[in-house]
């Protein structure tokens, strides 16, 4: 049997080691990676699960609070936790993940963490590919955390068939982002740390400016660390989703658009770039726009 037949076997068997190899294989393009991706024949019937929000919103102790409803009723979990990554050194900030500590050694639960590379809203290529490797993996949901910087919301709208937004009862500033565009990409807002005062009066502002909207979206409130409106918000995560044929035609071109991008941007040599920029800064007429039409050129 072909190598990474054999691996792909091994991996809807629910084997996690080799699922966990999987993974690294794809996120570090080490080959047989490239044969696995088109070996895949994704289960499109396995949902996927968004949940971004401010930091500090509590997203990780709500995946947790989640993961543990789900699990009590025997479905087996995938968690992939998107971390923000330093653009100087490529390291991921995992500290979170402590809150998700119980989950680790439970049986049907499999935890991933993956940096986003410098992808600006922290969603690349590469987590497309590993919710992919995820869906080939027969779990029952796969929930994708992301840290939502601006743009990470819009992205995830793309990867998930669900997107839960986190906010606190301090978030106000999340609030403005709502009014220019969060509307259209929050499948459910979840106010969490609802027993902090003004969780009431948030939750209502919040109301009015969905209220305003052409669709609507639920609201719910959750003290996560306290289990408390988890049942609620697991009843919404399970309800079936009427899926706009064109919005996901829409979506799919989107994740191959990253895909294509991706696969040509494999050809440039990231530290030669640099080098050449060093190079280039010495001069003073300097223009970064010239420079990368030459390094295109010229390679």
């Known amino acids: 049997m072909n190598t990474h037949l054999s691996i792909l076997s091994e991996v809807k068997a629910g084997n996690y080691k080799v699922l966990a190899r999987t993974l690294t294989l794809i996120e570090n393009d080490i080959e047989p990676s490239d044969a696995i991706l088109r070996g895949l024949d994704s289960r499109t019937d396995v949902p996927v699960l968004g949940i971004t929000g401010p930091p500090g919103a509590g997203k990780s102790t709500l995946v947790?609070?989640?993961?543990?409803?789900?699990?009590?009723?025997g479905k087996r979990i995938a968690i992939l936790a998107i971390d923000p990554t330093s653009p100087f050194n490529f390291g991921s900030l995992l500290g979170d993940r402590i809150r998700m500590a119980g989950q680790f050694n439970h049986p049907n639960v499999f935890i991933r963490s993956l940096a986003t590379r410098g992808a600006l809203g922290g969603i690349s290529a590469k987590t497309i590919e590993m919710v992919d490797?995820?869906?080939?993996?027969?779990?029952?949901?796969?929930?994708?955390?992301?840290?939502?910087?601006?743009?990470?919301?819009?992205?995830i709208a793309g990867l998930a068939d669900k997107t839960i937004v986190v906010l606190v009862p301090e978030s106000?500033?999340?609030?403005?982002?709502?009014?220019?565009?969060?509307?259209?990409?929050?499948g459910c807002?979840?106010?969490n740390k609802a027993d902090r005062e003004g969780a009431d009066?948030?939750?209502?502002?919040?109301?009015?400016?969905?209220?305003?909207?052409?669709k609507t979206i639920p609201i719910l409130k959750t003290v996560a660390d306290k289990n408390i409106g988890i049942d609620e918000l697991c009843k919404w995560i399970i309800k079936p989703e009427i899926f706009d044929h064109h919005r996901k035609?829409?979506?799919?071109?989107?994740?191959?658009?990253?895909?294509?991008?991706?696969?040509?941007?494999?050809?440039?040599?990231?530290?030669?770039?640099?080098?050449?920029?060093?190079?280039?800064?010495?001069?003073?007429?300097?223009?970064?726009?010239?420079?990368?039409?030459?390094?295109?050129?010229?390679g």
């Open 249 to 298: 035609a829409f979506l799919f071109a989107e994740k191959a658009w990253k895909v294509i991008q991706h696969q040509k941007m494999q050809r440039v040599d990231k530290k030669r770039l640099r080098e050449k920029i060093q190079a280039a800064l010495k001069q003073n007429d300097f223009n970064i726009y010239r420079f990368a039409d030459e390094f295109i050129s010229n």
């Open 64 to 73: 947790n609070a989640v993961t543990n409803h789900f699990v009590t009723e």
């Open 172 to 186: 106000g500033d999340e609030v403005q982002h709502i009014k220019s565009g969060l509307m259209e990409i929050a």
């Open 133 to 155: 490797v995820l869906k080939a993996a027969n779990f029952d949901l796969i929930i994708v955390e992301t840290v939502g910087v601006g743009q990470s919301e819009v992205e």
């Open 189 to 191: 807002f979840v106010v």
């Open 201 to 214: 009066t948030f939750a209502n502002n919040l109301k009015k400016i969905v209220h305003q909207g052409v």
